[in-house]
């Protein structure tokens, strides 16, 4: 399969397979609803072990709420990046920070699994300077990280503290 191209112009020809197959952009909401599924987990554990019903009762509710949490928050998250893929402006911005999110769930998992925060800022009007945050893998801190100069952003005309790196859009999870 060939890599993605977007261009400037919009519409950007994007199909919605794309905002949730394999991208390295994560939600930081459906991130808290995975460490309320890992505690929920324990909870359980515990009250199967300690014969506590109450304790595995509050472990099930908080699974159920955790992967429901974490599955709407992916679903909402990706449906607005894809608006913003297909119908945002091109803006030229550059990174300002790359931060190591420590999460619970992910320590029982590779480093290449592990969240970062990237922390950018844009134009978004010619007196209006924004900053902008995205949630990542491992895969894509370590592109960016050698990432030197301005990137592209795409920015939302009518709400411009909605933004995407746009570079992540065609970026893929190679684990």
């Known amino acids: 399969m060939s890599e993605l191209k977007l261009g400037r112009s919009t519409p950007r020809e994007y199909p ?47 699974i159920i709420l955790g992967v429901v949490w974490s599955g709407a928050a992916t679903l909402q998250a990706n449906l607005v990046r894809l608006r913003l893929v297909r119908r945002g402006e091109w803006v030229e911005g550059e990174v300002t920070s790359l931060v190591s999110l420590r999460l619970w769930h992910e320590f029982l998992r590779g480093k290449a699994h592990r969240s970062f925060l990237v922390k950018y800022q844009y134009q978004a009007t010619e007196s209006l300077i924004l900053n902008g945050e995205m949630v990542l893998c491992r895969c894509a801190y370590d592109r960016l990280a050698q990432t030197t100069g301005t990137i592209p952003v795409v920015v939302d005309p009518q709400k411009p503290k909605k933004s995407l790196l746009l570079r992540l859009a065609v970026m893929r999870i190679p684990h």
């Open 16 to 62: 919605w397979v794309e905002a949730f197959r394999g991208r390295v952009w994560r939600s930081r909401s459906a991130l808290y609803g995975r460490e309320v599924t890992l505690f929920s987990v324990i909870a359980l554990l515990y009250g199967i072990l300690l014969d506590e019903g109450l304790l595995w009762e509050i472990g099930i509710l908080g």
